[in-house]
C-alpha cells in the first residue's frame, strides 16, 4: 500500500536519524528497507535521508547571522597579472582569448625587449600558461568599457569559396603561399556621385598576408599600378590571383599580364560575392576596421592612407594572429566546426616547406626589428590625422571618453553615422 505524503516525511525523519549514524553496510541494508516503504527512487532516497532531521539554516553561522560560506578559494592570477594582460590585449587590437592566448608570451616578451611593458618574473610565468578562457574571464570587465551599441556595418560570415577559372599555368593550390584573392574596398561615404578613393586589398589564402594600397579611383591603370607594387612587397612569390568580375581586373591589361607572368588568373562567379571569402573577410576586420566608412575623394587623404597601410601591414601580418577553419561536420541541423591554433600570417608562412631559406631570413629580420605599440601608436595618430581631414559635414561626435581606444579608431566613430 502506498504511504501518503506525511506518512512518507514521518518516516524519512525517524529513519534519517538512523541512517546517518549508521556505517556503510548498515546504510545500504536501511536504504533498501527505505526504498521498499517509500517506493523512492534509491539516489532521491540517498538525498533526503542525509538531509532528514536537519533544521533549514542549521550549519555553521556566521557572526553577523546567514550561513557561512564555503572556503574562498585563492586567486591564482594577481591584479599585476590583469594589468599587464589588459595592456597588451589594448595593443593587439583587443583580440579574443583563442587568439591572443598562443601568442601571448612571445609578445609579451617583444614589449619588455622594446621597454613598453615591465613585470616580474612570477608575473611573467603566469602570463606565460594562462588559458583562452582565463583571459576572456578577466578581460571580461574590460571589454564591456568599450562595447559600441547599436548596428554596425555588414561584418563577413562563415563564407565558401569556388572560382570559375580563366586560365591555369599551374594548379590551384591552397595549401601553399602564393594563391590570393583581391577586391576592392570603396570609400564613398554613403554617396557614390563622383569619383573617390579605392582601397585595392589582396589576401594570401594560405597564411591570410595581407597587403592594401589606395588608388584614385576604380580605373584600370591605377588598379593594375597598385597590384604591381604590392606584389613587389609580398615575401614570396605571386603563383594566382583570382577576383570578382568588375571590369577593373577583368581586362585585356592585368589578363595579357598574368599570361607574360605565369600568374594563374581566376574569377570568381557573378554575382556571388561570397565566393572570394578569405579577401572578404580581411575586407572588414582589415579595411574597415582600420579606416572606417566616410568619404575619402582628395590626394592628400591618399597619401595618408598609403601612410597608414604601410604600418598596418606590419602590424596585422606579424602581429595579428587568426584561426584557421579546419573541418566543417554536419549534425542535424547544426554544423560542428573544428578550428586550428591561432597563428600570425608570419608564423604560417616560416612553416611553410615551400619558402626559400633566404626568403624565412629576410621575414625573420624585418620582424626582430618591429615593435607592436610603436606600430599601434603610429596607426592611431595616421586615424585620427585621416578623420581630421574629413568633411565638416560628416565629422561625428561620439560620447565616448577621450581615452575610449575606439575613440582612436577611424571606424568605431563613423560606424555611428548609421544610428543617427
Known amino acids: ?220 591603370v591605377w588598379v593594375f599600378e597598385a597590384l604591381k607594387e604590392i606584389r613587389s612587397r609580398l615575401p614570396f612569390t605571386l603563383l594566382g590571383i583570382d577576383s570578382d568580375n568588375g571590369s577593373e581586373f577583368i581586362n585585356n591589361q592585368l589578363y595579357r599580364y598574368c599570361q607574360s607572368e605565369q600568374i594563374t588568373f581566376t574569377r570568381s562567379r557573378p554575382y556571388r560575392k561570397n565566393d572570394n571569402c578569405f579577401v572578404e573577410q580581411k575586407n572588414y576586420t582589415v579595411v574597415r576596421r582600420h579606416v572606417g566608412y566616410q568619404r575619402l575623394d582628395s590626394p592628400d587623404q591618399q597619401a595618408i592612407l598609403n601612410d597608414l597601410y604601410r604600418y598596418l601591414r606590419l602590424y596585422v601580418n606579424y602581429f595579428q594572429p587568426s584561426m584557421r577553419l579546419v573541418s566543417k561536420e554536419r549534425r542535424g541541423s547544426a554544423v560542428k566546426k573544428r578550428y586550428s591554433p591561432a597563428e600570425t600570417p608570419y608564423q604560417r608562412l616560416l612553416d611553410s616547406p615551400t619558402l626559400t631559406d633566404r626568403q624565412k631570413r629576410k621575414l625573420r629580420e624585418e620582424y626582430g626589428e618591429l615593435n607592436p605599440a610603436e606600430l599601434k601608436r603610429r596607426i592611431e595618430a595616421l586615424q585620427e590625422k585621416l578623420l581630421k581631414t574629413a568633411a565638416p559635414s560628416r565629422q561625428i561626435t561620439v560620447g565616448h571618453p577621450a581615452s575610449h581606444p575606439w575613440r582612436k579608431s577611424v571606424i568605431s566613430l563613423l560606424n555611428q553615422r548609421h544610428l543617427e
Open 1 to 220: 500500500m502506498r504511504l501518503r505524503m506525511a506518512e512518507r516525511k514521518a518516516v524519512t525523519e525517524v529513519t534519517g536519524e538512523r541512517y546517518r549514524r549508521a556505517g556503510k553496510k548498515e546504510k545500504g541494508l536501511i536504504l533498501d528497507e527505505f526504498t521498499a516503504l517509500t517506493r523512492y527512487d534509491r539516489s532521491y532516497a540517498r538525498y533526503l535521508l542525509r538531509g532528514a532531521g536537519k533544521k533549514a539554516g542549521s550549519g555553521r553561522k556566521k557572526s553577523g547571522g546567514g550561513r557561512r560560506p564555503g572556503r574562498a578559494r585563492k586567486r591564482q592570477y594577481d591584479e599585476q597579472v590583469q594589468a599587464v594582460l589588459i595592456k597588451v590585449w589594448k595593443i593587439l587590437d583587443y583580440i579574443c582569448g583563442k587568439r591572443l592566448a598562443p601568442v601571448l608570451g612571445e609578445t609579451l616578451y617583444r614589449l619588455e625587449r622594446f621597454g613598453e611593458i615591465a613585470c616580474n618574473d612570477e608575473t611573467r610565468e603566469k602570463l606565460q600558461r594562462i588559458s583562452a578562457a582565463t583571459i576572456d574571464r578577466m578581460l571580461g570587465a574590460e571589454r564591456k568599457k568599450y562595447e559600441l551599441k547599436g548596428r554596425s556595418g555588414t561584418r563577413p560570415g562563415s563564407l565558401l569559396k569556388n572560382q570559375i577559372p580563366m586560365r591555369t599555368f599551374s594548379e590551384w593550390d591552397e595549401r601553399r603561399p602564393g594563391f590570393a584573392e583581391i577586391d576592392l574596398v570603396g570609400h564613398d561615404g554613403g554617396t557614390v556621385a563622383g569619383e573617390y578613393l579605392q582601397t585595392l586589398d589582396l589576401t594570401d589564402i594560405y597564411s591570410g598576408w595581407t597587403e592594401a594600397a589606395a588608388v584614385a579611383n576604380k580605373a584600370q
